[in-house]
């Protein structure tokens, strides 16, 4: 398995400073590297999470379940 060293690379981007320093001060990181690699980690997250929800969703569509409320209505209008 590779280690961690041989997947960093060297990019050089221009970034807005006051968002990289609110970043790191938000996730209390010690450098503004650590800031952005934790940046990145949450939005990969944050899109898997979107993508097992949408997946969930559609599978609860399929499913054909009625849901009614404590009125017996379904929700749906006519």
Do not use: C, P, Q, W
Request: hydrophobic fraction near 40%; glycine fraction near 6%.
């Amino acid at each position: 398995m590779a280690s961690v060293k041989s997947r960093v690379t060297h990019k050089h981007f221009r970034l807005d400073a006051v968002k990289i320093s609110r970043v790191r001060k938000v996730l209390r990181a010690s450098t503004e590297t650590e800031a952005i690699d934790r940046a990145l980690d949450l939005a990969l997250a944050e899109h898997e999470r979107n993508r097992l929800a949408a997946e969930a969703h559609d599978r609860f569509i399929e499913s054909g379940i009625v849901i009614r409320d404590v009125y017996g209505r379904t929700g749906k209008a006519g």
